[in-house]
T-cell receptor
């Protein structure tokens, strides 16, 4: 039973355009969400997070949107750059439980020059 | 220093071997983690140490034995592994202890393990 799902295994966008990566979750107790980026042969690196008390968090070119009623979050990258090409993992946690992170399967983003 | 260092980067071992994976961080983080990642799958939590004490064991088989000698070091001892244990093993750390799992995890590059 996968509690965090990234239904698109891959996404390809043109440089300068917007990249939208989606993530759905099933556990209504999740209250903290994070996005990680992973390059080949490297560990995941933290990108941006959002608490369930917010519906948007922005950091430079990266914005995460949270729709609690739909149990859906998305990561927007504007403008996309070739260096953004990587695997993006969505993760969620329930701080009232153990708070451990549950990861989605990842989406491979390719940004074409 | 914002790095989590894992050694070795690659390890090949037989099913009767005993080996260890090592992880080190010098960020003063008080929680350290072992994750296992198979190809095209998300990282799966194995163990969590909080303030040098094992706080979570995700029902991991006893052939995997974690050890936290001090707040900067985390080991994973491997013995009598199976070929299906071949995976990328990721170490991570975070500030604070048990209450701060919602914080950012800093990952190492991982140790690629192949069991023959």
């Amino acid at each position: 039973d996968q509690q965090v799902k990234q239904n698109s295994p891959s996404l390809s966008v043109q440089e300068g355009r917007i990249s939208i990566l989606n993530c759905d979750y099933t556990n209504s107790m999740f209250d903290y969400f994070l996005w990680y980026k992973k390059y080949p042969a490297e560990g995941p690196t933290f990108l941006i997070s959002i608490s369930s008390i917010k519906d948007k968090n922005e950091d430079g070119r990266f914005t995460v949107f949270l729709n609690k009623s739909a149990k859906h979050l998305s990561l927007h990258i504007v403008p996309s750059q070739p260096g953004d090409s990587a695997v993006y993992f969505c993760a969620a946690s329930d701080s009232s439980n153990t708070g451990k992170l549950i990861f989605g399967q990842g989406t491979t983003l390719q940004v074409k020059p | 220093d914002t790095e989590v260092t894992q050694t070795p980067k690659h390890l090949v071992m037989g099913m009767t071997n005993k080996k260890s994976l090592k992880c080190e961080q010098h960020m003063g983080h008080r929680a350290m983690y072992w994750y296992k990642q198979k190809a095209k799958k998300p990282p799966e939590l194995m163990f969590v140490y909080s303030y040098e004490k094992l706080s979570i064991n995700e029902s991991v088989p006893s052939r995997f034995s974690p050890e936290c000698p001090n707040s900067s070091l985390l080991n994973l001892h491997l013995h009598a592994l199976q070929p299906e244990d071949s995976a990328l093993y990721l170490c991570a750390s975070s500030q604070g202890g048990l209450a701060i799992y919602t914080g950012e995890l800093f990952f190492g590059e991982g140790s690629r393990l192949t069991v023959l």
